[in-house]
């Protein structure tokens, strides 16, 4: 009886695909961000699995997790999640006797199931958070310049747009970076990333103007600020971001104008890139090509040569660039308003003693109307972040997120 049993775990386990899975997951939500599907794709595949140690449990994350990291021409927005989520399982797994009975495997299971499903779903409350941070940068009459497709981008400029006829109206005008790359994708009739945006700011009676990557030194004149998105923030404060995010950093600088990053907190990536070409995925960009090298691609493209053993790179239209923090003004996440130099302290002060506010788990639901304090708003905002900051440094931090006005002026100086 018990041998039947056992086969049919199996046979639930075996078809379970995690990088189908997460695919679906992204296709299916558009709202979802990578690092959040594939948090949810590994709670999935833990509901779907038939482990019953902790040893088998970590053995089925690591494997899954290096063949999803593997399968995905940009892994670095999913690894944020996919690490996040491992840091929690072994952190969870390392006090089992804290979540039930001695050597309980089971309750072990379900506290982190249900503790995952309640992560994910205050990750994706996280951009509300974002947009309430960074409403007071955007000030009446004020003209902001943005690139990408970002979500969080969006609900921050919709945000301010929806309050346009309340008490504090606001009005300003948005420079929309179109890319020019769509005709590298695989479907070249698509619109450019971020009209969809585009219109939902139009139908809020909000001008904007769509212009070209190679209009943003003449049209950074007209703007006072930029706000972007990010698919990593990295450990030295900087981002990976869409390509030509980079560029608009440096003319932002060159020009004096503030340039803010706007990024939820699991997006912050283990990873300590030293220029443009030290990030690990593939990707090629510049490509210096002879007439031979072309006709010997033509021959490889043709339909007879179809075994699909070339490796996973990603399409121009996807490509990302790295920009470094000298030239990022502030980032603007669910956890409050940061300078890059935050980034730099956050896993050098590991929490000690018997506070409880350092746990990983998510913990009970806030009580009252909200955090009470910056340090509160790190431990109930997500498992990284609320334990990345020291007390000292969220309080040298959190004048950040209540004077925007006071930062914005010292960055134009």
Same mark, same amino acid.
């Given at each position: 009886?018990?041998?039947?049993?056992?086969?049919?775990?199996?046979?639930?386990?075996?078809?379970?695909?995690?990088?189908?899975?997460?695919?679906?997951?992204?296709?299916?939500?558009?709202?979802?961000?990578?690092?959040?599907?594939?948090?949810?794709?590994?709670?999935?595949?833990?509901?779907?699995?038939?482990?019953?140690?902790?040893?088998?449990?970590?053995?089925?994350?690591?494997?899954?997790?290096?063949?999803?990291?593997?399968?995905?021409?940009?892994?670095?927005?999913?690894?944020?999640?996919?690490?996040?989520?491992?840091?929690?399982?072994?952190?969870?797994?390392?006090?089992?006797?804290?979540?039930?009975?001695?050597?309980?495997?089971?309750?072990?299971?379900?506290?982190?199931?249900?503790?995952?499903?309640?992560?994910?779903?205050?990750?994706?409350?996280?951009?509300?958070?974002?947009?309430?941070?960074?409403?007071?940068?955007?000030?009446?009459?004020?003209?902001?310049?943005?690139?990408?497709?970002?979500?969080?981008?969006?609900?921050?400029?919709?945000?301010?747009?929806?309050? %346009? &006829?309340?008490?504090?109206?606001?009005?300003? #005008?948005?420079?929309? +970076?179109?890319? $020019? @790359?769509?005709? *590298? =994708?695989?479907?070249?009739?698509?619109?450019? %990333? &971020?009209?969809?945006?585009?219109?939902?700011? #139009?139908?809020?009676? +909000?001008?904007? $103007? @769509?212009?070209? *990557? =190679?209009?943003?030194?003449?049209?950074?004149?007209?703007?006072?600020?930029?706000?972007?998105?990010?698919?990593?923030?990295?450990?030295?404060?900087?981002?990976?971001?869409?390509?030509?995010?980079?560029?608009?950093?440096?003319?932002?600088?060159?020009?004096?104008?503030?340039?803010?990053?706007?990024?939820?907190?699991?997006?912050?990536?283990?990873?300590?890139?030293?220029?443009?070409?030290?990030?690990?995925?593939?990707?090629?960009?510049?490509?210096?090509?002879?007439?031979?090298?072309?006709?010997?691609?033509?021959?490889?493209?043709?339909?007879?040569?179809?075994?699909?053993?070339?490796?996973?790179?990603?399409?121009?239209?996807?490509?990302?660039?790295?920009?470094?923090?000298?030239?990022?003004?502030?980032?603007?996440?669910?956890?409050?308003?940061?300078?890059?130099?935050?980034?730099?302290?956050?896993?050098?002060?590991?929490?000690?003693?018997?506070?409880?506010?350092?746990?990983?788990?998510?913990?009970?639901?806030?009580?009252?109307?909200?955090?009470?304090?910056?340090?509160?708003?790190?431990?109930?905002?997500?498992?990284?972040?609320?334990?990345?900051?020291?007390?000292?440094?969220?309080?040298?931090?959190?004048?950040?997120?209540?004077?925007?006005?006071?930062?914005?002026?010292?960055?134009?100086?």
């Amino acid at each position: 009886m018990a041998s039947t049993t056992s086969d049919a775990a199996m046979a639930d386990t075996k078809p379970f695909d995690i990088v189908a899975t997460y695919n679906e997951l992204l296709r299916s939500d558009a709202d979802l961000t990578m690092p959040i599907a594939a948090i949810e794709a590994l709670v999935l595949l833990l509901t779907h699995s038939a482990s019953s140690t902790i040893s088998e449990t970590l053995d089925l994350l690591e494997k899954s997790t290096a063949h999803l990291k593997r399968s995905i021409p940009n892994p670095i927005g999913l690894s944020a999640g996919t690490d996040l989520f491992q840091r929690y399982l072994i952190t969870t797994l390392q006090r089992p006797g804290q979540l039930g009975p001695a050597g309980d495997f089971k309750a072990i299971r379900t506290h982190l199931l249900s503790n995952g499903r309640l992560f994910i779903r205050r990750a994706k409350e996280s951009r509300d958070k974002i947009a309430a941070f960074g409403r007071g940068f955007i000030r009446d009459g004020s003209t902001i310049l943005t690139n990408g497709g970002s979500r969080a981008v969006a609900a921050l400029l919709q945000k301010a747009a929806d309050e %346009e &006829g309340g008490p504090s109206a606001v009005r300003f #005008r948005v420079i929309y +970076v179109l890319s $020019s @790359t769509s005709q *590298e =994708s695989k479907h070249p009739n698509e619109e450019p %990333e &971020g009209m969809e945006t585009v219109r939902a700011l #139009r139908a809020k009676g +909000v001008p904007v $103007s @769509t212009i070209p *990557e =190679s209009a943003v030194a003449y049209s950074l004149g007209k703007a006072d600020m930029v706000i972007v998105g990010a698919e990593g923030v990295v450990e030295n404060g900087g981002i990976v971001s869409r390509m030509g995010t980079y560029q608009i950093g440096l003319l932002a600088k060159a020009i004096g104008k503030p340039f803010y990053v706007v990024a939820e907190s699991h997006k912050f990536v283990r990873l300590y890139p030293l220029g443009q070409y030290d990030l690990p995925i593939e990707q090629q960009v510049v490509e210096f090509k002879s007439e031979e090298d072309l006709a010997e691609e033509r021959k490889q493209q043709s339909p007879v040569d179809t075994n699909g053993d070339t490796p996973i790179k990603l399409p121009l239209c996807d490509s990302v660039d790295f920009t470094p923090p000298h030239l990022i003004s502030a980032l603007i996440t669910d956890s409050g308003v940061l300078t890059p130099s935050a980034t730099k302290i956050m896993d050098t002060q590991p929490p000690t003693g018997s506070q409880s506010h350092h746990k990983l788990h998510l913990g009970p639901e806030t009580q009252g109307s909200g955090p009470r304090s910056t340090s509160d708003a790190h431990y109930h905002s997500g498992w990284s972040i609320r334990r990345l900051l020291s007390r000292r440094a969220s309080r040298k931090y959190s004048v950040l997120e209540r004077e925007p006005n006071r930062l914005r002026k010292r960055m134009s100086d």
